[in-house]
């Protein structure tokens, strides 16, 4: 039943491809969330793994499982012949498995990057069908369910694209899924969730991905745990794929067939102008209509003072900042003046009876919805799909800088102090013991940088140290970390990530690709549910939203003490 409601669903496309070049979005939509439930549990996360130690001995990387027995599909510069490695499952089954035999030649050991694993637990795996990447065309549209390391998630990171080279110089397909350091190894599928691809390498804008017919071509050799210089000698054969594979023009230009939707929710986003640390910022704010009248969210640390509102007219308003939350990075302000527009949230004193247009959760089932980052110019709207559930993400990026470090000893003292750094310009010297931080003892060096990680740039933090028999105070302000100059093709896109980007308690990601500057705009789905705003361009790959629970109660706690216009 369920392949003839999509052979009828297929049908049903291609007939309107003969007519028209406008894309149906929710026949793709639901192609894709099928592919997506279908391939979803074989999308492993993996790492080199001492199984004396039971500990992890490499970096993250991504396959999928292509048989019950459980053979792994991932790329030749992530996998050892003979060495184990832990397999993670979705669904947080893990098992063990061996790298078995990779091809990787002499001259260009970066190609053709094809190897296989094999899991070698007793147990039946999940695992996902393999297509033929011979069948593959341009247009076609495709989906990645891989691991990118700079997320750290247990669950994959889905995102939609569509094929843009069915072979380059170098034999890799492309597509425009953007992969990142971890997702290396991880599939691409296409629509009927088959694995057609691996990912292999990007250059700035371009993604690489290893056609699947080598693993077909060459499976009895890749089964052997050896290093292949060359094409391994035996092959088997290939086969030909037996569906007609789709082709959809107008996916060239994803963005430019939702503009028709983005100007319905035009009058919900407005821009922002301050000045902050001495410079003018522009960022994006979303109206919010409440019972107490219309504010705007938007990103706190893009919000300094005198911020000044554009609204869709082109007037220009004064505001005032309401309430701000280092946690979310949120920011409540005030226009001086009655706004028009605004997303519904007339159920903000009842969050468990949220308004029908406002989504305060997101569940598996919605991975591959399509979403829509609205900018005051519908043009500028980026399009995405719904990329993960909800997940906590660690402060690293965001971790104040102090410039000082400690040994691994008790009692703790300093012994490394960076020149022009917070600890140095405060005085602190190698050898200092540490006391306390903030009044909070430091006995062991964990308190050290569990005291520190409370803490964001700007703030001033008291250090009591003891220096040569006496107690010292000093206060220090914080800054923000020194940010790496830019070397690697993955940091190498416009407007490049957000300074504000992790340290979030509940944040969802997608594939969106806007600038820093454009957050604080609001995201809907087609049907024009609410889902939050985006608060970070966190990556190449990726960008980051609040949900609406969240932002539902930082304007709740927001409005208890201010009665807006």
């Known amino acids: 039943m369920k392949k003839i409601l999509l052979l009828i669903l297929l049908q049903s496309i291609c007939a309107s491809y003969g007519f028209s070049q406008q894309l149906d979005i929710q026949k793709i939509q639901s192609l894709t969330q099928n592919a997506i439930k279908k391939a979803y549990p074989a999308s492993v996360r993996m790492w080199a793994f001492d199984t004396v130690k039971r500990q992890q001995a490499g970096p993250q990387f991504s396959g999928v499982v292509v048989t019950p027995e459980g053979h792994i599909l991932t790329a030749a510069h992530v996998n050892t012949p003979g060495q184990s490695y832990l397999v993670t499952f979705p669904d947080g089954k893990t098992g063990i498995a061996k790298g078995l035999g990779k091809i990787e030649f002499a001259k260009t050991p970066n190609m053709p990057d094809v190897a296989m694993m094999k899991i070698i637990t007793v147990g039946t795996w999940p695992y996902a069908e393999m297509g033929w990447s011979s069948a593959i065309k341009i247009n076609e549209p495709v989906i990645s369910i891989s691991y990118p390391e700079s997320l750290n998630q247990p669950l994959p990171l889905v995102r939609f694209g569509s094929i843009t080279n069915v072979k380059n110089e170098y034999g890799f397909l ?34 690489y991905e290893i056609p699947v017919d080598f693993y077909r071509k060459y499976w009895k050799a890749l089964n052997v745990p050896r290093t292949y210089a060359e094409l391994p000698e035996q092959e088997d054969a290939v086969g030909n794929d037996p569906e007609i594979i789709l082709s959809i ?4 230009n994803l963005n430019s067939n939702f503009i028709k939707t983005a100007k319905q929710f035009s009058d919900h986003v407005v821009s922002i102008n301050s000045m902050v640390d001495g410079k003018q910022q522009q960022v994006m704010g979303t109206l919010v209509k409440t019972e107490k009248g219309t504010c705007i969210i938007s990103k706190s640390s893009l919000i300094g003072v005198d911020p000044v509102v554009r609204v869709a007219n082109g007037k220009d308003l004064t505001a005032k900042v309401i309430s701000r939350d280092r946690n979310t990075d949120l920011v409540l302000l005030q226009a001086g003046s009655k706004l028009k527009g605004g997303v519904s949230l007339n159920a903000l004193n009842a969050l468990n009876a949220l308004d029908a247009s406002v989504k305060d959760t997101i569940a598996v089932k919605q991975l591959g919805m399509f979403l829509i980052s609205v900018q005051p110019g519908a043009g500028d709207s980026q ?39 917070p600890a140095g310009n405060a005085g602190l010297q190698i050898g200092d013991q ?54 690697h093709p993955v940091d190498m896109f416009v407007g490049g990530k957000s300074s504000r980007r992790d340290g979030f308690d509940a944040v969802f990601a997608h594939g969106a690709k806007i600038r820093p500057e454009q957050c604080g705009g609001p995201v809907f789905d087609t049907a024009g549910h609410f889902y939050g705003i985006n608060i970070a361009r966190f990556g190449r790959a990726s960008t980051i939203a609040i949900p609406a629970k969240t932002i539902l109660a930082f304007i709740k706690t927001g409005l208890n003490s201010t009665q807006l216009p």
């Open 174 to 207: 492309q597509s425009t899924c953007m992969m990142e350091p971890g997702d290396s190894g991880g599939p691409i599928f296409d629509y009927l969730g088959r694995v057609i691809g691996l990912h292999s390498a990007i250059n700035v804008d371009v993604d």
């Open 249 to 252: 023009p107008a996916l060239a």
């Open 383 to 421: 399009v995405s799909v719904m990329g993960s559930t909800v997940f906590s993400l660690n402060k690293i990026a965001g971790m104040a800088y102090l410039g000082a470090a400690v040994a691994y000893t008790a009692p703790v003292a300093i012994t490394v102090v960076q020149p022009g750094s």
């Open 434 to 487: 540490l006391v306390s931080i903030n009044d909070t003892a430091i006995n062991k060096p964990e308190d050290y940088g569990n005291q520190l990680m409370k803490y964001w740039a700007g703030d001033t933090i008291q250090f009591d140290i003891l220096r040569e028999g006496s107690r010292l105070s000093k206060q220090i302000i914080l800054a923000s970390r020194p940010e790496r100059p830019v070397t």
